[in-house]
């Protein structure tokens, strides 16, 4: 089939490259505009247009799908399919309704439990223990169309957003490419959604990856890990924002320690940052104060000068 691929982050180069070396012929993508990106915040190329134009394919960037600049240019090109991995849009029923085969969207969720746009954190934020991927027919109704595949992935306890969207993406993109070969030969044929097990998953914004330390340790544990590597977890330290990583693990997040913390109090040891938590301390991973790389946190809490000397009398807030 003649396809335009619509897609932005890495996570959907991925896709991309399975598409390229599969049977079917990608003859344009459709990507998002170019954007600030990384700590200058320089203006760039969405990685999928990165690799897109390496390739020689062309490259549209409409700011909005319903331009009609875009929707002309896709139907001049008239693609049999239009496969999406995270595109990072709506599409409009003008848009939908120009591949004979319609667009089908590879979701990294098993559907129809976290509709939206942060699948993979919101799996994570919630102790989810299987996610998984999804492809379907995109209708109208946010990642409510019947679905043709899914693929499943556990979750591992240590496991990131950014670890477990790289497997996804991978076991994903593998379905994609099945998916459509079964659309082009007839054999696949979607079924409806079913109606119960509907759970949303918006955007994690970072106000949302503020960690609150009265929380107890698996939900904050959760958090750090559901927004690394974004939008990046953070608490409040001397008036400003420390970036937290993932909390150190040993034998589970309750480290043998003979005392205790209260909710946001720091315990700095010679090799060892432990937080107090509504539930019992946990040991800091790797952590990154403003304007500073990430450092481990026990590098980082030597350089501090502690009120009154005392290294425990630190609070994170």
């Known amino acids: ?21 599969s049977r079917h012929s990608v003859a344009a993508v459709a990507t998002r505009p ?3 990106a990384g700590r200058g915040r320089h203006v760039e190329a969405s990685p999928v247009a990165t690799r897109a134009r390496a390739e020689g ?8 799908a319903r331009d009609p600049d875009f929707l002309d240019r896709l ?19 003008a848009a939908l309704d120009i591949p004979p085969h319609g667009w089908v969207n590879l979701h990294f969720s098993l559907l129809p439990a976290w509709r939206g746009a942060a699948p993979v954190q919101h799996a994570i934020l919630h102790g989810d223990d299987i996610t998984g991927a999804t492809t379907f027919h995109i209708v109208a109704d946010l990642d409510a169309g019947p679905v043709y595949g899914v693929v499943t992935e556990p979750v591992r306890p240590a496991d990131t957003t950014g670890d477990l969207l790289d497997r996804l993406a ?13 659309i082009e030969d007839g054999t696949l044929v979607p079924a409806e959604q079913p109606a119960e097990g509907v759970s949303l998953a918006p ?9 609150e330390w009265k929380m107890p340790a698996y939900v904050i544990d959760r958090l750090i890990r559901a927004c690394t590597p974004e939008p990046g977890a953070w608490t409040e330290f001397d008036g400003g924002r420390l970036k937290l990583w993932p909390l150190a693990r040993s034998n589970g997040l309750a480290p043998a320690v003979p005392w205790s913390l209260a909710p946001g109090e720091l315990r700095a040891e010679r090799d060892a940052v432990y937080a107090g938590t509504g539930s019992h301390p946990v040991r800091l991973g790797d952590v990154q104060p403003p304007g500073k790389r990430r450092m481990r946190a ?4 030597r350089g ?9 009398s630190l609070r994170l807030g």
């Open 1 to 21: 089939m003649r396809l335009v691929f619509a897609g932005t982050p890495a996570a959907a180069v991925v896709a991309l490259d399975a598409l390229l070396a």
């Open 34 to 36: 170019d954007a600030p």
């Open 57 to 64: 394919i062309e490259v549209l960037t409409p700011r909005r």
């Open 75 to 93: 139907r001049e090109i008239g693609p049999d399919c239009c496969p999406v991995t995270a595109y990072g849009a709506l599409l409009p029923q």
């Open 170 to 182: 991978v076991s994903g993109a593998r379905l994609l490419v099945t998916t459509l070969d079964g």
């Open 203 to 211: 955007k994690i914004t970072p106000a949302d990856a503020r960690v």
């Open 298 to 301: 026990a590098d980082w809490a």
């Open 304 to 312: 501090l000068r502690p009120p009154h000397g005392a290294p425990s």
